[in-house]
């Protein structure tokens, strides 16, 4: 099928080349000529595993290019719009000027019998009213609402073998011209087995506003468990096992520590909780401020607990953060907890060196402030702290026996519980996780 890709961030960049592997011929097309020119010589402009070679698997078949021009889009069967929907500056709702300037502008080169399909994360009800844009331009073409629901950093392999697709067609038609459509888009995974919904407009809509409000709660669940845990001198990760281990809770998402950041999970309950109040349902998502505030308290936790092992005070001590972006294997440093502590900390009068494999380019265009060195060793080197935030492989296999050489005071936090207490404090460490004795 002819495809085009509205949009080429971490959602269409890795989608163009996912629907350009399935068979299909894929033109992604973006406002920033940098983004472009990047994608064309088959670099990702940002960090996400298999990405790169993904795109010049690809590429080389001449079936996937980039471009600026709207143009382009015409005569594409589907066009799948793919722009961000941030956090509206100084606001909790969502900033859908992306969206609609992508619509707007992708609206008269949709032709009869074509199908605009929506996978950004929007409130409920943006649906119907683009539907209508595009029907103003071409009454003959179609809209669908198709949730994505990929990981950064897993975001190759989430999109070619999703756990589910859902549609959102007008009235969840079965028979409505953009389920064929849809389906044979995504021919190749349904045929292996992945399941497929449709729905109207709206529950479509909702489906990953709660998917990751649940994912947050759950997060946010286990991180006031880690509270408690710490006033009682209990274990969070053995709780998190032990309740983990009955299947209708699961242990996925039950990581306590610093909580959640990222691109999506906080905007998208901070925007959730905006739409519901306008739709007049806000009580409904009240428990979601609590689930925002959990995990904003964590990060001054973090704070608090250096300064403890600090012995009171933050003045001048040398800290080290491991870790900069929101998760291990992305670049991305938006609403980083890490960054979002490595900041504080300083503000209160530490030395703070924040070291990252991939993100300090990011970190730094974000927080000019504070210092960084890409180089691990030289990063640990004289710290009276050393503060493990993003728990990225290489940090996960530091040697306890090595490192103390290279400290002033060998003093560790770990804010992503991953580290193994006995090991590192048999190597004469203090050891301080969160919400575990
Ligand atoms: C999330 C959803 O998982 C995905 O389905 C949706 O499409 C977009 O939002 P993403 O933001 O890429 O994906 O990251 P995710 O893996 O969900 O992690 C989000 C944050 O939660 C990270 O900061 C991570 O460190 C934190 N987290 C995750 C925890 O603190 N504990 C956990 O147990 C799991």
Request: one cysteine or more; proline letters at 5%.
């Given at each position: 099928m002819k495809i085009s890709v509205i949009g080429c961030g971490y959602l269409g960049a890795v989608h163009a080349a996912c629907m350009a592997k399935l068979g299909h011929e894929v033109v992604g097309i973006d406002v920033d000529p940098h983004k472009v020119a990047e994608l064309s010589a088959?670099?990702?402009p940002f960090f996400e595993p298999g990405l790169e070679e993904l795109l010049s698997e690809v590429q080389a078949t001449g079936r996937l290019t980039f471009t600026t021009?709207?143009?382009a889009a015409a005569g594409s069967e589907v066009h799948f719009i793919c722009v961000g929907t941030p956090q509206k500056k100084g606001e909790k709702a969502a900033d859908l000027s992306y969206v609609d300037a992508a619509t707007n502008a992708l609206a008269p080169y949709v032709g009869a019998g074509e199908l605009v399909v929506g996978k950004s994360t929007v409130p409920v009800g943006t649906a119907e009213r683009l539907a209508e844009l595009i029907q103003e331009h071409q009454p003959e073409a179609h809209l669908a609402w198709n949730p994505e629901f990929l990981r950064e950093g897993h975001a190759v392999k989430d999109t070619l073998t999703p756990d589910r697709f859902v549609y959102g067609v007008p009235g969840a038609a079965e028979d409505h011209p953009a389920v064929e459509l849809l389906d044979e888009v995504y021919a190749t995974p349904l045929s292996s087995g992945t399941p497929r919904l449709v729905a109207d407009y709206a529950t479509a809509e909702l489906v990953k506003s709660a998917a990751n409000s649940f994912l947050a709660t759950k997060i946010s669940f286990i991180n006031a468990m880690s509270e408690v845990c710490d006033a009682a001198g209990a274990d969070v990760?053995?709780?998190a096992?032990?309740?983990g281990m009955d299947d209708r809770i699961g242990r996925k998402f039950l990581n306590a520590g610093i909580g959640f950041g990222g691109g999506c999970l906080p905007k998208d309950i901070r925007s959730f909780m905006?739409?519901?109040?306008?739709l007049g349902a806000d009580q409904a998502l009240t428990f979601l401020r609590e689930v925002d505030d959990i995990n904003m308290r964590r990060r001054t936790r973090m704070v608090e607990l250096t300064r403890e092992i600090c012995n009171g005070t933050l003045l001048g001590q040398r800290i080290t953060v491991l870790g900069a972006a929101f998760k291990p294997n992305s670049d991305d440093v938006r609403?980083?907890?890490?960054?979002?502590?490595?900041?504080?900390?300083?503000?209160?009068g530490a030395v703070v060196t924040v070291t990252d494999p991939q993100s300090l380019s990011n970190a730094a265009r974000r927080f000019p402030?504070?210092?960084y060195e890409p180089d691990l060793t030289a990063a640990l080197l004289n710290a009276d702290a050393v503060l493990l935030l993003t728990e990225w492989q290489q940090y996960l296999e530091l040697d306890p026996h090595t490192v103390i050489?290279?400290?002033r005071s060998p003093r560790i936090l770990d804010g992503r519980n991953v580290l193994e207490p006995s090991k590192w404090r048999a190597a004469g460490w203090t050891y301080r996780g969160m919400g575990r004795p």
């Amino acid at each position: 099928m002819k495809i085009s890709v509205i949009g080429c961030g971490y959602l269409g960049a890795v989608h163009a080349a996912c629907m350009a592997k399935l068979g299909h011929e894929v033109v992604g097309i973006d406002v920033d000529p940098h983004k472009v020119a990047e994608l064309s010589a088959a670099r990702a402009p940002f960090f996400e595993p298999g990405l790169e070679e993904l795109l010049s698997e690809v590429q080389a078949t001449g079936r996937l290019t980039f471009t600026t021009d709207m143009a382009a889009a015409a005569g594409s069967e589907v066009h799948f719009i793919c722009v961000g929907t941030p956090q509206k500056k100084g606001e909790k709702a969502a900033d859908l000027s992306y969206v609609d300037a992508a619509t707007n502008a992708l609206a008269p080169y949709v032709g009869a019998g074509e199908l605009v399909v929506g996978k950004s994360t929007v409130p409920v009800g943006t649906a119907e009213r683009l539907a209508e844009l595009i029907q103003e331009h071409q009454p003959e073409a179609h809209l669908a609402w198709n949730p994505e629901f990929l990981r950064e950093g897993h975001a190759v392999k989430d999109t070619l073998t999703p756990d589910r697709f859902v549609y959102g067609v007008p009235g969840a038609a079965e028979d409505h011209p953009a389920v064929e459509l849809l389906d044979e888009v995504y021919a190749t995974p349904l045929s292996s087995g992945t399941p497929r919904l449709v729905a109207d407009y709206a529950t479509a809509e909702l489906v990953k506003s709660a998917a990751n409000s649940f994912l947050a709660t759950k997060i946010s669940f286990i991180n006031a468990m880690s509270e408690v845990c710490d006033a009682a001198g209990a274990d969070v990760t053995l709780l998190a096992d032990a309740i983990g281990m009955d299947d209708r809770i699961g242990r996925k998402f039950l990581n306590a520590g610093i909580g959640f950041g990222g691109g999506c999970l906080p905007k998208d309950i901070r925007s959730f909780m905006a739409r519901a109040g306008e739709l007049g349902a806000d009580q409904a998502l009240t428990f979601l401020r609590e689930v925002d505030d959990i995990n904003m308290r964590r990060r001054t936790r973090m704070v608090e607990l250096t300064r403890e092992i600090c012995n009171g005070t933050l003045l001048g001590q040398r800290i080290t953060v491991l870790g900069a972006a929101f998760k291990p294997n992305s670049d991305d440093v938006r609403d980083s907890p890490a960054l979002s502590i490595a900041a504080q900390l300083q503000l209160q009068g530490a030395v703070v060196t924040v070291t990252d494999p991939q993100s300090l380019s990011n970190a730094a265009r974000r927080f000019p402030e504070l210092n960084y060195e890409p180089d691990l060793t030289a990063a640990l080197l004289n710290a009276d702290a050393v503060l493990l935030l993003t728990e990225w492989q290489q940090y996960l296999e530091l040697d306890p026996h090595t490192v103390i050489s290279q400290v002033r005071s060998p003093r560790i936090l770990d804010g992503r519980n991953v580290l193994e207490p006995s090991k590192w404090r048999a190597a004469g460490w203090t050891y301080r996780g969160m919400g575990r004795p």
